[in-house]
């Protein structure tokens, strides 16, 4: 299908359980987003095996991811939903570039560094993990990646395979741009400090009603009585308002700026806000099966492959390999 819109890529790694942080700071952004263009969205499995060897782990985490993103909103009919090991032109480009970047270059990399300094021992696909990255962007004529912050020096090792590649063999690649998704906030977890699953604060995504319920009454309060004006600007259960109580945020100020509202309620207001977005999602996720989510990432890697195939013949003749 020709479609006059831009490329857009992003990847994702299984990386766990997902938080109601993760979707407002990185999936509902990209599901606003990612009509507007021809999109793929790619799971980086061999990414993931740079840090996971446990197959099981990595076959079931694939599958989870897929209907993560399904069951939030996308639409697998309006992006090309597939992993990146059924592209094998991936990995062939990443030791093209390999061979174009030096060694102090990737050494630069931050989330290597990060490892290093952490004393956890590097692998050499950690190393060389950037020019995996570039490969998946670069393959498709990628325009635009989303991605969180955390991943802007990703984007930018990109651009720096494809200007050295283009240098060297002739204008083959384009420069894509990072798109950072950022919610309007960062969400505080139950303990006020952001919310995060290395920090055990989180309220979950595709929890159950009591799950949700349980981590949204576990929210740090302070000891003000009932009857009193509440603080709206260092209230936890407030700040998780703005984002899920739309509807009721002029209502939820007054109470809090009149002292007519205590925790509790509030709290109760909340779970309900919570419930009734994620139930659907939850529900929806439930639905899919395991074959469903399989063939669609099947049918996604075929359509992706289409594509990569016919720019890695490009790139082999640019090369030279191709007598
Ligand atoms: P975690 O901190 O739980 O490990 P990740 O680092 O895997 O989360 O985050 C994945 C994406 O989710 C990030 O790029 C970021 O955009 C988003 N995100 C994570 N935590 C939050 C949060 N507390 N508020 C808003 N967005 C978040
Ligand atoms: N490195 C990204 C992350 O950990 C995942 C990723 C792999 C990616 N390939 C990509 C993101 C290509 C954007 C484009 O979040």
Redesign the pocket.
Known sequence: MLSSKKRL?????SSGVLHVGNYMGALKPFLELYEDYDSLL?I?DY?ALTSLKNPKELARNTLDVAKDYIAVGLDPKKAILFKQSDVPEHTELAWIFNCLVTVPFLMQSHAYKDKVAKGLEANAGLFTYPML?AS??LLYDTAV?P?GED?RQ?IEYAREAASKFNTAFGQTFIEPKERILESSATLPGTDGKKMSKSYNNTIPLFGTDDEVRAAVMKIVTDSTPAGTPLNTETDVTFALHTQFSQNDIADLTNRYREGNIGYKESKDILVQNILSLITPMREKREALSDDEVRNIIKEGGERARVIASAKMIEVRKNIGVTV
């Open positions: 890529l992003t990847g994702i790694q790619m980086a990414h990255m998946d962007i990646v991605v991943q990703h």
